[in-house]
C-alpha cells in the first residue's frame, strides 16, 4: 500500500516540472543534430529509451527551489542527462550488457566501439555547452562531476568479484560513480538560483544524500525486481561481479558454508536458474535487502534535513515526493 500511495504522490508531483522536462527534450533533439546523420540516430535510441530523466528533473527543482525559472537550467539539464547517458553506453560495454531498459543496447546493436564513441561525443558535447553557458562555477561542477564518475567506475572495476570489499568501500564507490551526479544536478540548480555558497552547499548535499539512497535501492531491486520492469536480467550486477551493500552484509552473517556458496556463484557463475534464486532466499534469510532499504533510508532522511531551511515551495514538495519514491519504487 505504501509503494502505491507513493507512487501516486510522486506522479502528482511530477507534473509541477512536466512542461519543464518537456522543454528538456526538446532541447536534447536539437543539440543532437548533427551533419553525421548517424550519431543522431544513434544517441536519439539510447537517449528516448525510457528513462526517467530523474537528474533533469532535480537541478530544474533545485533551481525553482532557489526561485530561477528561466531558459539556463534547459540546456544545463541537456549537460546532466548527456554525461548521465555517456556513463550508460560505456558501462553497457564493460558489462556486456545486452539489455538497457529493455531495449537492445548499442553495442548489442552496432558494436563496442560505435558505443565507445557515441558516448565520447555526448561527453564532449556535454562539456561544449556546459562551456557555453559562460559560468566557470557551472564549468567546474561539471568537470568536478566527471573526474569523480570516472574515479567511481575505475574503483568499481578494480573491486569486480572482490567478496573482500569493505562497507566503507562500497559507499565510496557509489558516492563518486552515482551519488556525485546527482549532487552536481543539484548543484547546478542552486548555482543559477544565485543563493550564497552556504545555502548552495545544502541543495548539494541534499543531491548527494538522495543518490546515496537511490543507488543503495538500485542494488537491492537487481535481486528482487521483476526482469520485465527491472529492463535487464535479474542478478545481473551480481553476475557481472558487482558486490553490492546486500551481498556483502550477508557475507558478514552468513554460515561458512553459505558464504562458500555465494563466493562458488560469483567466481563461477551457474547456468543453473535454481543458484541465483538460492542467493535471493539467503538476501531474505538474513534480511539484508530489508536492512540496505533502511540505511537508503536514513540517507532519504538526511537529504529532506538538508533544505528544511528553505521557504515552502511546490518545488520543495517535488523534492520531497522524489525523494520518498526513491526508496519505494519497484523498478
Known amino acids: 500500500m505504501l509503494k502505491s500511495v507513493e507512487l501516486m504522490l510522486y506522479k502528482e508531483m511530477r507534473r509541477f516540472v512536466e512542461a519543464d522536462l518537456q522543454r528538456v527534450e526538446t532541447t536534447i533533439a536539437k543539440h543532437l543534430d548533427s551533419d553525421v546523420p548517424f550519431i543522431s540516430e544513434t544517441a536519439q535510441y539510447v537517449l528516448s529509451s525510457g528513462g526517467k530523466r ?13 526561485s530561477y525559472a528561466g531558459p539556463r537550467m534547459y540546456d544545463l539539464s541537456t549537460v546532466i542527462e548527456f554525461i548521465h547517458t555517456a556513463t550508460l553506453l560505456h558501462d553497457d560495454v564493460m558489462d556486456h550488457a545486452e539489455l538497457r531498459r529493455g531495449n537492445p543496447t548499442v553495442h548489442s546493436l552496432w558494436g563496442n566501439e560505435i558505443s565507445i564513441l557515441i558516448g565520447d561525443y555526448l561527453y564532449a558535447k556535454a562539456m561544449s555547452l556546459a562551456l557555453a ?15 569523480e564518475m570516472a574515479k567511481g567506475q575505475v574503483i568499481e572495476t578494480l573491486k569486480q568479484r572482490d567478496l573482500g570489499i569493505s562497507e566503507a568501500e562500497y559507499y565510496r564507490i557509489i558516492a563518486l560513480k552515482t551519488a556525485s551526479l546527482f549532487a552536481a544536478s543539484c548543484k547546478i540548480g542552486a548555482i543559477i538560483g544565485g543563493i550564497s555558497p552556504q545555502r548552495r552547499a545544502k541543495v548539494e548535499a541534499f543531491g548527494h544524500h538522495l543518490g546515496m539512497a537511490f543507488q543503495m535501492a538500485d542494488d537491492t531491486l537487481d535481486f528482487v525486481a521483476p526482469a520485465d520492469k527491472l529492463g535487464k536480467p535479474v542478478h545481473n550486477d551480481l553476475k557481472e561481479g558487482k558486490i553490492t551493500l546486500p551481498i556483502i552484509s550477508l557475507l558478514q552473517q552468513a554460515s561458512p558454508e553459505e558464504s562458500q556458496f555465494v563466493t562458488d556463484y560469483v567466481n563461477n557463475g551457474s547456468d543453473d536458474d535454481a543458484v541465483p534464486r538460492q542467493v535471493t532466499t539467503l538476501l531474505h534469510k538474513y534480511d539484508t535487502l530489508k ?26 514538495d517535488t523534492l520531497y515526493a522524489i525523494a520518498d519514491y526513491v526508496t519505494t519504487r519497484d523498478v
Open 54 to 66: 530523474i537528474r533533469p528533473a532535480l537541478l530544474i527543482l533545485s533551481a525553482r527551489l532557489c
Open 133 to 147: 553557458d559562460k559560468d566557470h562555477l557551472v564549468m567546474e561542477t561539471v568537470s568536478d562531476v566527471t573526474v
Open 291 to 316: 536492512s540496505t532499504l533502511a540505511k537508503a533510508q536514513e540517507h532519504v532522511d538526511q537529504a529532506k534535513q538538508q533544505i528544511e531551511s528553505f521557504a515552502p515551495c511546490t518545488a520543495m
